[in-house]
């Protein structure tokens, strides 16, 4: 690789003195090296980072904060196809795999080609109120639809393919990738699938029954959350969180399609370790 474009998390590297040693490790090396930051929300169709100013030809796009400013970087990138690399300066990742302590020789493998690429499915999710269009995005993690306001619990109506599934009463309901599944999902109880993998997990949060579990559907499915009345028949408010960023409001009757986008993110890879033993690291680190 011989361009690289640096996406750098203002708030984690605030004096961009990491950033500029990477810059200058790769100028040295007589590799091209743009930087942008990334820590505020934009104006307009881009959320942190804005895709227009990559030049053409980029190669890898280093994006340098944790695990949250990859997938904010991630929907904003996706349509460039340009492959990603996470750099963490915060804690504990699955998707940012390089540390503090393994820039450089990371930086060495990108310029000596020595790495994988992996695909990552992507949700799209469109929010509807009757026939309206309330609004739409991408998730490469999760997609939560939840009650908001009041501590009470809502009644969820689920379809799959535009059949009736079940219904929940819970807090909400977390439809995710397997990218995903150790984020929002695991934490509820959900299962830890292979990123590899293409299928979608549906997890209640805090369900009020005893035997609700996680559901595995197949990626191109297509599921339908219906937001229903709360327990004293009242209107309800909800949202519908897009990689816990993005929110689109939603009240009693609307009702969000989730599907397999059209669109993935490219992951690189340096470590060549396989799923089984990134899980085992990260579970004996924890």
């Given at each position: 690789?011989?361009?690289?474009?640096?996406?750098?998390?203002?708030?984690?590297?605030?004096?961009?003195?990491?950033?500029?040693?990477?810059?200058?490790?790769?100028?040295?090396?007589?590799?091209?090296?743009?930087?942008?930051?990334?820590?505020?929300?934009?104006?307009?169709?881009?959320?942190?980072?804005?895709?227009?100013?990559?030049?053409?030809?980029?190669?890898?796009?280093?994006?340098?904060?944790?695990?949250?400013?990859?997938?904010?970087?991630?929907?904003?990138?996706?349509?460039?196809?340009?492959?990603?690399?996470?750099?963490?300066?915060g804690n504990l990742g699955f998707l940012a795999e390089v540390d503090r302590q393994s820039i450089y020789p990371a930086l060495d493998k990108l310029m000596?080609?020595?790495?994988?690429?992996?695909?990552?499915?992507?949700?799209?999710?469109?929010?509807?109120?009757?026939?309206?269009?309330?609004?739409?995005?991408?998730?490469?993690?999760?997609?939560?639809?939840?009650?908001?306001?009041?501590?009470?619990?809502?009644?969820?109506?689920?379809?799959?393919?535009?059949?009736?599934?079940?219904?929940?009463?819970?807090?909400?309901?977390?439809?995710?990738?397997?990218?995903?599944?150790?984020?929002?999902?695991?934490?509820?109880?959900?299962?830890?699938?292979?990123?590899s993998a293409s299928m979608t997990l549906m997890t209640p949060i805090a369900p009020h029954t005893m035997n609700t579990r996680s559901i595995i559907f197949?990626?191109?499915?297509?599921?339908?959350?219906?937001?229903?009345?709360?327990?004293?028949?009242?209107?309800?408010?909800?949202?519908?969180?897009?990689?816990?960023?993005?929110?689109?409001?939603?009240?009693?009757?609307?009702?969000?399609?989730?599907?397999?986008?059209?669109?993935?993110?490219?992951?690189?890879?340096?470590?060549?370790l396989s799923f089984v033993e990134v899980l085992r690291q990260k579970m004996h680190n924890n």
């Amino acid at each position: 690789m011989n361009k690289f474009y640096v996406i750098t998390n203002s708030m984690k590297d605030p004096d961009q003195e990491l950033t500029g040693c990477i810059a200058e490790y790769l100028e040295k090396h007589d590799r091209q090296c743009q930087v942008q930051q990334a820590g505020r929300r934009l104006d307009g169709p881009y959320h942190y980072t804005n895709p227009e100013l990559i030049p053409e030809g980029t190669e890898c796009i280093i994006v340098l904060g944790g695990d949250g400013t990859l997938l904010q970087a991630a929907r904003d990138v996706v349509h460039r196809n340009i492959p990603l690399l996470g750099m963490n300066l915060g804690n504990l990742g699955f998707l940012a795999e390089v540390d503090r302590q393994s820039i450089y020789p990371a930086l060495d493998k990108l310029m000596c080609d020595d790495y994988e690429v992996e695909e990552r499915m992507m949700l799209h999710g469109t929010v509807f109120r009757g026939e309206q269009v309330l609004g739409s995005a991408l998730a490469l993690n999760d997609i939560v639809i939840c009650r908001e306001g009041p501590l009470r619990v809502v009644r969820f109506k689920n379809y799959v393919n535009n059949e009736y599934l079940n219904s929940y009463n819970a807090d909400g309901i977390i439809i995710s990738t397997p990218t995903g599944s150790t984020g929002y999902s695991l934490s509820c109880g959900g299962p830890i699938v292979s990123p590899s993998a293409s299928m979608t997990l549906m997890t209640p949060i805090a369900p009020h029954t005893m035997n609700t579990r996680s559901i595995i559907f197949p990626a191109d499915d297509v599921i339908t959350v219906e937001l229903g009345k709360g327990r004293r028949q009242n209107q309800e408010q909800g949202l519908a969180s897009f990689d816990g960023d993005t929110e689109i409001p939603m009240v009693t009757g609307d009702r969000i399609v989730i599907r397999k986008a059209e669109v993935s993110t490219k992951i690189l890879k340096l470590n060549h370790l396989s799923f089984v033993e990134v899980l085992r690291q990260k579970m004996h680190n924890n």
